[in-house]
């Protein structure tokens, strides 16, 4: 598949101005400009706005309806149980609204399914065993918008249901006292793209909103900023793009993340050794993989109370024990991968095709979702993987690339399928082992109406000379972050750079010292999918530029993207 460098097309005049009204480089003004900020108003909202530039969360269809169920369920003292899904992002909606209940003395319990033994979503043995608890208010978080029978059920047992969820809303809905998800029709709240963990912090912003106005509070109103740590992981964890709402939201969570209050979050960043500033790279790489691993490899059980444990030692246990389920799970991931390969290169027809549907007896069901992912920055197409269970019943999770709807595409494929759900660029699918070669013809197709690709694109912010660089720039550049999906990292161009020296790393990272003309730089590729030395002297290069701090020393250093 050609890999195909697309150079941002410049505006010397806008970017000039923007550069002078901002008092910025005219590198980073271009930036901007490629980010669709086009003038110094809409520069200032991106650079500088706050918690205070939220849109009101009754903007959110349902919310009042949500809060005063919750409301009466405070005031009776009700016994209500938090709902939430496995994942990073539904651990993180878990244990923020059971705090935030229990901060405000509510009779709160939280469950969280097993993904092996019961699957994505609400299930009905669960709401029965709630029942049985004494439960009567569910709250779901990052899941339950198809749940239509869940919730008839749970109405036959006396449980109210609110949903709360950002996954696309299906043609029926269930019939819960109120939905909150942007992605509904009538739903006039902005941010259609906030994560799971998002759509709940709005929902404790508008019940502590309600709650002011009656009075609730004495001495002892919750300050919601303490669970900003949360929406910032579970929103990068979860691939939302990183624009208007998010991107408040996760640079006010990661400065909380610096020095944070919450026990179990100090413990994670102990055993993931981060020590200096926290990034959204740490919480997309470090953070968030731990956190998934337990939901991954069983129940998230370990997580959730991770978020929730109020002593350091025992958070710190905690922390280790997810941290070695990561190391399972990676050990695992590393065989699927190898098997997955193999499985696309002896046959050249997924080769040849626009997306990939590869199945196996042999797969976790918890770990093709990253597989997928590692399958698709290979092979630059959308990719299923399917893990066979025993009773043939196949457990699907897919990927897709800048341009393919997976979810509309799986939506041309449901009468295959037993379910399917998600969003743009990741879903998942059940299916039964003997539809799921039909099912990848019918994917092909569908991915071949909507946008099928032909090779893989990089995306260049600008042309540079390495002269232009400088520790003034990259700190601007700093000014930018949280970088993500929907923002970026900075890409940049340079021609005819002369290569002074080279080594291989590990037998797959490419160290590098480069000149162009001024004073010398390091550079280093990261994982290369054939690592090897270069023959060429002289090579145009594609990079990020950022702040190596290695052994005391903060020195500037090119990533390569990519060489010529």
Sequence with gaps: MKKNWTIEKENPKQRDKLSQSLGVFSITAQILLNRGITNEEEANVFLNSTLFDLPSPYLMAGMEKAVERIKKALEENETIAIYGDYDVDGVTSTALFYTFLKSLGANVTYYNPDRIKEGYGVNIDSVRKLSKEGVTLIISGDCGITAVSEVEEAKKLGIDFIVTDHHQPPSELPDAISILNPQQ??????????????????????????????????????????????????????CAPLKEVNRILVKEGIKRMQSPKRIGLKALKEASSITGEVTSFDLGFKLGPRVNASGRMGSAASAVELFISEDIEEARELAKKLSRENSDRRSVEADIIREAVEQVESDSVHLSTNSIVIASRNWHPGIIGIVASRI????????????????????????????????????????????????????????????????????????????????????????????????????????????????????LYAEAVQVQSQRLLKEKHLSLKVKQGGKPFGAIWFNMKEPRLLKQDRIDIVFTPEFNNWNGKKELRLRVRDID
Excluded: W
């Design 376 to 491: 698709v920055e290979r092979y630059d197409k959308p990719a299923i993987l399917i893990a066979i269970g025993d009773d043939g019943t196949g457990k699907g999770s897919g990927r897709s690339v800048e341009g393919v709807n997976i979810y509309q595409a799986l939506s041309e494929c449901q009468e295959v399928l037993l379910q399917y759900g998600g969003h743009e660029q990741a879903a998942g699918i059940s299916i039964k082992e003997e539809h799921i070669e039909k099912f990848r013809e019918m994917f092909q197709l569908a991915v071949g109406n909507g946008a099928a690709r032909t090779e893989s694109v990089l995306n260049i912010d600008c042309r540079v000379e390495l002269s232009d660089l400088s520790e003034e720039l990259i700190s601007e550049f700093e000014t930018l972050e949280p970088f993500g999906i929907g923002n970026p990292e900075p890409v």
């Design 185 to 238: 029709p009538s739903c006039k709240y902005p941010a259609k793209e906030i994560a799971g963990v998002g759509v709940i912090f709005n929902l404790a912003i508008g019940l502590r909103r309600a709650l002011r106005d009656t009075g609730f509070f004495k001495n002892n109103e919750p300050n919601l900023g303490d669970f900003l740590d949360l929406v910032a992981l579970g929103t990068v964890a979860d």
